[in-house]
């Protein structure tokens, strides 16, 4: 809460209206030195009077980031804001490559529930959104981040976790197994990852019961090769009610995955429409 600080600038890069919409990058920072960047996707707005809309802020993969807005062709009338995760090194890093960029993927993973509340400040200051329909959606890696700050920042109306799980020791662990075929050598690596992520402080089985009595929706995938079901299920029987869980056919999400991020996309604004 004290990285987060108060909004001190905002500035934003307008593109031109195609389709309908209209895509925004805002670059934030706040008193704290902590700097975020977004990018918005809106409706063109034709009537003299700007329309208040539901917002939905996306906390995507950690290669996609503020990208994801731009995978989302019609928003049906929402506002959608995704954010960039707060690390400015190569993503691309493999093997020993890694150690020297620890210290600054660590800042980034522990600045990323601050740079969630920075962003929900600048938004909510904005006109077009309404301050009563919140929604923050936490996809695949994104859901340990979404829950962490949805259950701290009561602005947050509702929760969602997309092709989310609990257990982040043993989701690392089975997305090593292509890479790592010695179980014991695996096992440390994950072991390792897991602590330098700080991952027990990001477990979403924690956190998600905190976010009760607001809604909590999880929508996982039947054939996910990347979660286990087990942690699936655990974050399900964690949470406290409201809560839902929706299954869809096939894998899981990926951006060139289009069908599978097409229904996912339908599912959620269809299901929001519906409240």
Known sequence: ?????A????????GPAEDGHIN????????????VQLMLRRPVDTAAAVRRRPVFM???GYRTGDRAATLIPNTHGNVVAALAYPYEGDLGMKGLAVVPAVPALRRAILDTPAAIMLALDYLLSRPDVDPTRIELVGASFGTPFATMAGALDQR?????SLHGAAWPYDQIELNLRRSIGFAPVRKLVAGLATLLASGPRFEPADWAPRISPRPFIMINARHDERMPREAIDA???????PKELLWLEGPHMQSNRREVLAALVETVLTRAESR
Not at 7 to 14: K, R
Not at 24 to 35: A, H, M, Q, Y
Not at 235 to 241: D, H, N, R, V, Y
């Open 1 to 5: 809460m004290e990285r987060r600080g």
């Open 156 to 160: 947050v109306t509702r929760v969602w």
């Open 24 to 35: 925004e990058v805002v670059r934030l920072e706040g008193t704290s030195g902590l700097k």
């Open 58 to 60: 996306i906390l995507g």
């Open 7 to 14: 909004l001190s600038n905002a500035s934003a890069d307008v």
């Open 235 to 241: 974050l399900w029987a964690a949470a406290k009610e």
